[in-house]
């Protein structure tokens, strides 16, 4: 009797017994995601993203269907493995577009728009999850083509062995056998609308490696959501079919119906309209009946790209009755071979895939815990090699292949000291190249402006090898129009790295502009053109500077720096100032400052990754303000002057889905006291003739033109959307340039030197052609400006001045 209880539930559970298959690509070998499963007795349903479904004991015959492939008629006793392979059929059916009457994809497609809010997971509801990331780069052996090269190259191969033991200190790498990279990541995520959004990796580990600037490597192949009007690929973005005004832009069609149990989907295929230019994706959408959202997608850039293929999946589930919410994400990068052999007889690729569970929606509200706008945070004590933990993590054991590759790239990672050179590339981000335990600062090697002509020097400071928590560093340089040497130094000393305190001591004899304030960069950006306004300083003073600074992170897109300096200040040029206060001794060009200041740079709703020492900003499409305020103290040791400087800053880049994008910044500085011009403002002219486009400047103001002690500016420019021409090295796009300045200056006639200032208005306008001559990182045009309004010569062709634009973009 009491063997009966559990003979009962033994028996149950044969009877409801489900066993697992997996549906591949017979040529690729590659898994199949939401193929149709078609019972000869019962309901039809789909795989899910990894070509997987379960089947219960009583069917015993079923259909497999998938757009692209031939129908296949499957007995279920005849599958080996429980692998099912699919075949492309013979011949294809052309897609068919003209239809009589309204496109009836267009009516599902229109409801699933109407409901993208309530849909969208970002949106609406708090939730927590945990999930499980791996992503791996291998090598896919072209049978074909390893055969045909057989006959030429003698191979020393077991199985698909590609031998390069001469070149890479005996690491012999077999595709068969092992991956070129393996990366597994475990977080849990924290999400409370609308800006609250937390996740911690709890563990990562990487073959090779223990940089955590790795551990995000899978969650920035993709979007978390496809609910956006845009939709990021590896970091660009692309308009999706959901999104307002699709229908108009997208191709629509309605391949097949699915009839569940309580509802019903929909597959609608999409792709971009012929004719229509602009950055969309290509795939099948599967939108489920109940609340007409997303069950699971398929996409890829329905342009050809350079360099690599892009393939990403998505499953959704309906989670506690509540919710469509993404439970698994795929992605597959294939490198195209562009001259460059990686394998012979192979192609390169790279899989990636993300598993969602313990998803929550807590009822109460979410404690947010370290409310300080880093969205991703790994520490360097995350990377665990512990087994036991991994068990209870991954969603599917490690193949044998994955072990394989653990265990050989860790140790060619020893040998070859790979984790050191990986750090040594984030450094080289930074502007810094390693050497050893100091790095050489690039920056400080070779600059340009009017003033200084070539600036040359070196510039050193200790890396993290010599010591972590301090740097020092110090530089010189020389310039071969003012032949006059500079140098400084500065030492830091980092506190509390999450919260970005540190205290900065410097010190330096060199040069700054006259008139010009100028707020702190940080970080190091290649690809900004800020670095280019400073080509165009024509008028600097000489300057000796010692100063300390305190920065701190309110939160980590809101920075503060507080600061106080003492100055001697040597006046160049024969430029003198008279002014009214007897008590001040005017005949020499030197004099003494001593100020105290604070600077504020708010990204407004900016996130950061901080991935160990580093942080990394996210972006964002809100404003960004700078505001810096600085008071001049007389008679402190020997200061001469008593003022006040306020300088402010909002600029903003808005996205117009469809047409391109529209910057604009508004400036506005003054000065409240007696003062030199160094200690006034001058206007952000950078007018010579075919030299570089800068912009959110004044293009058609001669540098050091005008001096305002008030003057405000407004920037704006708007860049349309490239033209897609045949080319590859040609992408034109057009952008349009205004700008408005103003300013006033009290008593003009303190200063020796002739200027003007803006108390009528500057006014200019401009095109700008881009991407005449493109590469994968920059682009060159040429810009044309015409300065208009109450400052324009009389002489309408001496307004025009030509530019050459030249951006560098490396992601």
């Known amino acids: 009797m009491r063997l009966l209880p559990i003979v009962f539930i033994f028996w149950s559970f044969l009877s409801y017994s489900q066993e697992e298959y997996i549906v591949f690509d017979e040529a690729t070998q590659k898994t199949i995601p939401f193929v149709k499963i078609i019972p000869q007795n019962g309901q039809p349903f789909l795989s899910d993203i990894d070509g997987r479904f379960q089947l219960e004991d009583k069917i015993s015959v079923f259909t497999i269907s998938y757009a692209g492939y031939a129908d296949t008629l499957i007995y279920k006793d005849q599958i080996k493995d429980h692998k099912i392979y699919l075949q492309y059929p013979v011949q294809t059916i052309q897609e068919v577009v003209a239809m009589a009457g309204e496109n009836p994809a267009h009516k599902i497609v229109r409801k699933a728009m109407k409901n993208r809010k309530q849909n969208n997971p970002l949106k609406n509801d708090a939730f927590t999850y945990t999930s499980y990331e791996k992503f791996w780069f291998y090598v896919e052996i072209d049978s074909v083509r390893m055969k045909e090269k057989s006959n030429d190259v003698d191979t020393t191969s077991t199985g698909n062995k590609i031998d390069t033991t001469n070149q890479n200190k005996g690491f012999s790498f077999k595709p068969d056998e092992q991956h070129l990279f393996l990366l597994e990541t475990a977080s849990k995520r924290t999400f409370s609308p609308p800006n609250y959004d937390k996740e911690e990796i709890l563990a990562y580990k990487i073959s090779g490696s223990e940089n955590p600037i790795l551990s995000t490597l899978a969650k920035s192949m993709q979007s978390f959501s496809f609910y956006e009007n845009e939709f990021g690929l590896l970091g660009k973005n692309y308009l999706t079919p959901l999104a307002p005004g699709s229908i108009g832009r997208y191709f629509y069609q309605l391949e097949d119906t699915i009839f569940n149990q309580k509802d019903t989907t929909f597959v609608i295929y999409y792709r971009p309209l012929k004719g229509k230019h602009f950055h969309g994706v290509e795939g099948r959408m599967y939108i489920n009946t109940n609340g007409y959202a997303i069950e699971k997608v398929?996409?890829?850039?329905?342009?050809?790209?350079?360099?690599?293929?892009?393939?990403?999946?998505?499953?959704?589930?309906?989670?506690?009755?509540?919710?469509?919410?993404?439970?698994?994400?795929?992605?597959?990068?294939?490198?195209?071979?562009?001259?460059?052999?990686?394998?012979?007889?192979?192609?390169?690729?790279?899989?990636?895939?993300?598993?969602?569970?313990?998803?929550?929606?807590?009822?109460?509200?979410?404690?947010?815990?370290?409310?300080?706008?880093?969205?991703?945070?790994?520490?360097?004590?995350?990377?665990?090699?512990?087994?036991?933990?991994?068990?209870?993590?991954?969603?599917?054991?490690?193949?044998?292949?994955?072990?394989?590759?653990?265990?050989?790239?860790?140790?060619?990672?020893?040998?070859?000291?790979?984790?050191?050179?990986?750090?040594?590339?984030?450094?080289?981000?930074?502007?810094?190249?390693?050497?050893?335990?100091?790095?050489?600062?690039?920056?400080?090697?070779?600059?340009?402006?009017?003033?200084?002509?070539?600036?040359?020097?070196?510039?050193?400071?200790?890396?993290?090898?010599?010591?972590?928590?301090?740097?020092?560093?110090?530089?010189?340089?020389?310039?071969?129009?003012?032949?006059?040497?500079?140098?400084?130094?500065?030492?830091?000393?980092?506190?509390?790295?999450?919260?970005?305190?540190?205290?900065?001591?410097?010190?330096?004899?060199?040069?700054?502009?006259?008139?010009?304030?100028?707020?702190?960069?940080?970080?190091?950006?290649?690809?900004?053109?800020?670095?280019?306004?400073?080509?165009?300083?024509?008028?600097?003073?000489?300057?000796?500077?010692?100063?300390?600074?305190?920065?701190?992170?309110?939160?980590?897109?809101?920075?503060?720096?507080?600061?106080?300096?003492?100055?001697?200040?040597?006046?160049?040029?024969?430029?003198?100032?008279?002014?009214?206060?007897?008590?001040?001794?005017?005949?020499?060009?030197?004099?003494?400052?001593?100020?105290?200041?604070?600077?504020?740079?708010?990204?407004?709703?900016?996130?950061?990754?901080?991935?160990?020492?580093?942080?990394?900003?996210?972006?964002?499409?809100?404003?960004?303000?700078?505001?810096?305020?600085?008071?001049?103290?007389?008679?402190?040791?020997?200061?001469?002057?008593?003022?006040?400087?306020?300088?402010?800053?909002?600029?903003?880049?808005?996205?117009?889905?469809?047409?391109?994008?529209?910057?604009?910044?508004?400036?506005?500085?003054?000065?409240?006291?007696?003062?030199?011009?160094?200690?006034?403002?001058?206007?952000?002219?950078?007018?010579?003739?075919?030299?570089?486009?800068?912009?959110?400047?004044?293009?058609?103001?001669?540098?050091?033109?005008?001096?305002s002690t008030s003057q405000a500016a407004l920037f704006t420019h708007f860049t349309f959307k490239p033209i897609h021409t045949k080319a590859d090295w040609n992408e034109p796009r057009f952008t349009l340039h205004h700008a408005i300045g103003y300013g006033e200056f009290i008593r003009k006639n303190q200063h020796s030197v002739n200027f003007k200032t803006m108390d009528k208005g500057f006014y200019e306008t401009g095109i700008i052609l881009d991407g005449l001559l493109t590469s994968s990182f920059s682009a060159i045009g040429i810009g044309c400006f015409y300065r208009y309004g109450n400052y324009a010569d009389a002489d309408w062709t001496k307004n025009i001045v030509p530019k050459i634009s030249v951006t560098v973009n490396i992601e």
């Open 298 to 707: 398929i996409a890829k850039p329905a342009a050809e790209q350079t360099g690599f293929n892009l393939n990403i999946t998505q499953e959704y589930e309906f989670v506690q009755n509540k919710k469509w919410f993404p439970v698994k994400l795929s992605t597959e990068i294939i490198f195209m071979n562009n001259g460059l052999v990686l394998i012979d007889g192979g192609t390169l690729k790279g899989q990636g895939s993300t598993y969602i569970k313990n998803i929550e929606f807590p009822d109460e509200k979410i404690k947010k815990k370290h409310n300080d706008n880093i969205a991703v945070y790994s520490d360097n004590n995350a990377v665990s090699e512990n087994d036991k933990i991994w068990d209870t993590i991954r969603q599917y054991d490690l193949s044998d292949k994955d072990l394989r590759t653990y265990e050989v790239i860790d140790s060619v990672s020893k040998a070859n000291h790979l984790d050191r050179k990986l750090t040594a590339l984030t450094t080289i981000l930074d502007g810094k190249i390693p050497l050893g335990y100091v790095n050489l600062d690039l920056s400080k090697i070779i600059n340009f402006n009017y003033y200084e002509g070539f600036r040359l020097g070196a510039g050193l400071e200790t890396s993290q090898k010599l010591m972590k928590p301090i740097v020092v560093s110090g530089y010189f340089a020389y310039g071969t129009r003012d032949y006059d040497w500079k140098f400084g130094g500065k030492t830091v000393f980092r506190l509390n790295k999450r919260k970005g305190l540190k205290i900065e001591l410097r010190y330096h004899q060199d040069v700054l502009e006259r008139g010009g304030m100028s707020f702190t960069r940080f970080p190091f950006d290649i690809n900004s053109q800020n670095g280019y306004r400073n080509f165009f300083i024509h008028n600097m003073d000489r300057q000796r500077l010692g100063e300390m600074a305190i920065y701190y992170d309110i939160k980590s897109n809101i920075t503060l720096k507080a600061f106080g300096n003492y100055q001697r200040i040597w006046l160049t040029d024969n430029y003198t100032f008279s002014t009214t206060d007897a008590n001040i001794y005017t005949s020499t060009n030197d004099f003494d400052l001593a100020e105290t200041g604070i600077e504020l740079q708010w990204n407004i709703r900016e996130k950061n990754m901080l991935l160990g020492d580093r942080k990394v900003p996210m972006g964002t499409k809100y404003p960004r303000i700078k505001i810096q305020a600085v008071k001049g103290w007389k008679n402190i040791a020997e200061s001469n002057y008593d003022y006040v400087r306020l300088k402010a800053e909002i600029s903003q880049k808005v996205k117009i889905i469809g047409l391109g994008d529209f910057y604009w910044k508004m400036s506005g500085s003054t000065t409240v006291g007696d003062v030199p011009l160094l200690l006034n403002h001058v206007g952000d002219g950078t007018n010579v003739f075919w030299n570089l486009n800068v912009l959110q400047t004044f293009q058609t103001m001669i540098p050091s033109e005008f001096y």
